[in-house]
Nanobody, 120 residues
Framework: QVQLVESGGGWVQAGGSLRLSCAASGDIFRFNAMGWFRQAPGKQRELVATITRGGSTNYADSVSGRFTISRSITKNTVYLQMNSLKPEDTGVYYC??????????????WGQGTQVTVSS
């Protein structure tokens, strides 16, 4: 059984930065890939970024060049560094695994979510 706990959300002005963390209670790195999703008010949940067991990363076009996903095997943690934040990045961010990186679909395990609010 895997449990995922996100942290690091908050309020920031446009252009600012936040770093999200996803700490896992189980061995998440047996999964092929982990990912971050987000859900804005009134919108569907969308994929933000993924990282495979081998360290390959992929990003949504809307965040490419601004966000960086990474992981620490020793800490069993996945991170999302978010720079140059925009108001449209506002939403609840969720950690998820194992992500299907071919179909870009989430896996069975979700964190509780962390709120990110970017003001203009």
């Amino acid at each position: 059984q895997v449990q995922l706990v996100e942290s690091g959300g908050g309020w920031v002005q446009a252009g600012g930065s936040l770093r999200l963390s996803c700490a896992a209670s189980g061995d998440i790195f047996r999964f092929n890939a982990m990912g971050w999703f987000r859900q804005a008010p009134g919108k569907q949940r969308e994929l933000v970024a993924t990282i495979t067991r081998g360290g390959s990363t992929n990003y949504a076009d809307s965040v490419s060049g601004r966000f960086t996903i990474s992981r620490s095997i020793t800490k069993n943690t996945v991170y999302l560094q978010m720079n140059s934040l925009k108001p449209e990045d506002t939403g609840v961010y969720y950690c998820n695994g194992p992500v299907d990186t071919t179909a870009l679909l989430p896996g069975d395990y979700w964190g509780q979510g962390t709120q990110v609010t970017v003001s203009s």
